[in-house]
């Protein structure tokens, strides 16, 4: 059964950058869909930005991440990638990758996987 690892997150001072990485074991991941998901304190998980399994790679992002987040995947590495720029205090959350046998766009608005299928999150902190 796969396992996922977040890392990345930390503090940033607003219109910095961090990459958050979703690492892969226990098998690949490549024939499914990966997302990240975040959640702030009093708040619903929202998903942000996914990306299809490696043979379409369709990517589908959040109105707002659009423009300032983007998604990768790196097969051989097994892992998924969140490169994020220009942050806001508003994308502080605790950030969350989960993968799941759909597309992208369903594994961001419509699927919600099992808990197994996530990982145990990274804290992102955008403030000056």
């Known amino acids: 059964q796969l396992q996922l690892v977040e890392s990345g997150g930390g503090l940033v001072q607003p219109g910095g950058s961090l990459r958050l990485s979703c690492a892969a074991s226990?098998?690949?991941?490549?024939?499914?869909?990966v997302g990240w998901f975040r959640q702030a304190p009093g708040e619903d998980r929202e998903g942000i930005s996914c990306?299809?399994?490696?043979?379409?790679?369709?990517?589908y992002y959040a109105d707002s991440v659009k423009g300032r987040f983007s998604i990768s995947r790196d097969n051989a590495k097994n892992t998924v990638y969140l490169q994020m720029n220009s942050l806001k205090s508003g994308d502080t959350a605790v950030y969350y990758c989960?993968?799941?046998?759909?597309?992208?766009?369903?594994?961001?608005?419509?699927?919600?996987?099992?808990?197994?299928?996530w990982g145990q999150g990274t804290q992102v902190t955008v403030s000056a």
């Open positions: 226990g098998g690949t991941f490549q024939h499914y869909a």
């Open positions: 990306i299809s399994s490696s043979s379409a790679s369709t990517t």
């Open positions: 989960a993968y799941a046998p759909t597309s992208s766009q369903n594994l961001c608005q419509l699927y919600y996987p099992p808990a197994h299928s």
